[in-house]
């Protein structure tokens, strides 16, 4: 497959198709290339063109992707990703050893270069590179990157460095791009979606193709129509494919103000919503595909409400998510493969839990004057009175999402040793956007985070409007030992 042939794949980003085979033929004499923007879905593109430039280069190049999401200090990532090299290259067994500098770095991939005996031009994607710290300190790990490159003949002739950054639009900030354009580094830009181009992917693009012919379906064999822009791949005949654009648009216009141009959530929600709203159809037979108007009617629950929450973003826990965790609780287990952002939205969460919300400006409040933890605890012992139980330290009491949040906002890299680059006291910038949602999903299925509306009309719950509740569903034990990874001291919040 040529790049015409890709492009034909991946509707709407030909400019930057464009520009990454551009950098891309380059081979060595690319040193660093960052790629940015926020939900564009740059990495699932780079991820399907490198994977293509491997498939026509096989003998020439190797992939390696690291995610650097799970990493929690500058030492850390420096050895994962020698760790990682040494295990493309064919080594599971080697230890790349200690590593806490770039100097440091550049030697030892120095000596696995030399040892491992490497000829073949390794691209190297840090996904996620975003999750490493504020933007500040992003830039001194590039710049640090970009002298090894620069130091070492033997390191930028068998290594291209690719860096996405998930969480930044570079455009919006001039100073930003400015600093990147003094050492001359390359850059991408994948902009946002429109919504008329998320409407052309979902509807008309090898995706929706995707969508109708292995998920949604209309029938077992369906009528072939060609349409020129899609390169013959939605097999509809005209009824059904007006039904779908109708029914996609609907999902659009219902979502775009909360998923943004994040195709991934679009295609999550059309996968939960269309078995219901189209049961009288398929099912059923009652209705057929010129009552789109009267199914939506019959179904407007399904784009707003609750159901959005419960089916969409998320997912009920199943029993086999229940029995794994009740066993890693029973035990006591430190190893639960979580990111260092959804533990921290568990210590949130059972702070949220156990502490009554009159308390949460004493205690999460960054004034000066509220600096100590024992003058937070004199606080809450004198405004509690004498003698008083705290049922919270007993049961979980359900506390709203945005109070949570708010929790979340004061604690996150607020601990007594470093966490990558933020230091003590230090607190790295967070976004609460679809990423968020997704991790906070996760916690749900895995049953550690629980539901608990105090509403009676379920029908009516929306996740914006404050009705909707949560609880911790774990134990002190747990939540320590996730505190003591995260060197996060959860016990200095709580009442003794």
């Not at 996405?164 to 001359?184: A, I, M, P, R």
């Not at 219902?254 to 959530?265: A, D, E």
């Not at 009552?291 to 019959?298: C, F, I, S």
């Amino acid at each position: 497959m040529d790049l015409e042939e890709f492009k034909l794949t991946i509707p709407c980003r030909d400019s930057q198709l464009d520009l990454l085979d551009s950098y891309a033929s380059l081979g060595n004499l690319l040193r660093i290339l960052i790629v940015h923007g926020i939900n564009s879905g740059k990495q699932f593109i780079l991820n399907n063109y490198f994977n293509l430039l491997k498939e026509s280069k096989d003998e020439q190049v190797n992939i390696v992707n690291f995610d650097c999401s799970a990493v929690i200090s500058l030492r850390s990532f420096y050895e994962k990703t020698l760790q990682k090299i040494v295990e493309v290259n064919g080594n599971n067994d080697e230890q790349a050893g200690f590593c806490d500098s770039s100097n440091k770095f550049m030697i030892k991939l120095e000596n696995i270069i030399q040892t491992h005996n490497i000829t073949k031009l390794h691209y190297l994607i840090f996904e996620d590179f975003g999750s490493l710290g504020d933007f500040t300190d992003l830039l001194q790990l590039i710049f640090g990157l970009n002298k090894v490159m620069e130091t070492s003949s033997i390191i930028k002739d068998k290594f291209v460095l690719v860096i996405l950054l998930n969480n930044y639009n570079l455009y919006y900030t001039s100073d930003n791009l400015g600093e990147l354009n003094n050492y001359s580094l390359p850059t991408i830009f994948f902009q946002n979606y429109t919504q008329n181009e998320v409407f052309h992917i979902l509807t008309d693009s090898i995706t929706s193709s995707y969508l109708i012919h292995h998920h949604c379906k209309f029938e077992e064999k369906t009528t072939v129509t060609t349409n020129k822009n899609s390169d013959n791949c939605n097999r509809l005949n005209p009824e059904q494919q007006q039904f779908w654009e109708d029914f996609v648009k609907l999902v659009i216009d219902s979502f775009h103000s909360f998923t943004g141009s994040n195709v991934t959530v679009l295609v999550e929600l059309i996968l939960k919503i269309w078995p219901t709203f189209t049961k009288k159809i398929f099912v059923d037979k009652t209705y057929n595909f010129n009552d789109l108007l009267r199914l939506y009617k019959e179904n407007q629950s399904l784009f707003k409400g609750e159901s959005v929450v419960n089916d969409s973003f998320i997912d009920e826990p199943t029993e086999t998510n229940r029995k794994v965790m009740k066993s890693i609780m029973r035990h006591n287990k430190s190893v639960i493969d979580l990111p260092v952002y959804s533990k921290f939205v568990l210590c949130a969460a059972y702070l949220a839990s156990f502490i009554a919300p009159k308390y949460d400006f004493v205690i999460f409040s960054r004034l000066k004057e509220l600096s100590s933890r024992k003058k937070y605890h004199q606080k809450i012992a004198s405004s509690k009175g004498q003698g008083a139980i705290n049922t919270r330290l007993l049961n979980p009491a359900a506390f709203e999402l945005e109070r949570m949040l708010a929790i979340l906002s004061s604690i996150y890299g607020n601990t007594e040793e470093e966490i990558l680059f933020s230091k003590p006291g230090k607190h790295p910038k967070i976004s609460f956007n679809v990423e968020f949602y997704s991790q906070f999903s996760n916690l749900v299925s895995l049953n550690l985070i629980t539901k608990a509306s105090a509403a009676t009309n379920t029908a009516n719950l929306d996740l914006l409007n404050g009705k909707l509740k949560f609880k911790a569903n774990f134990n002190y034990d747990f939540i320590e030992q996730i505190a003591k990874d995260l060197n996060f001291k959860i016990e200095e919040y709580l009442m003794d």
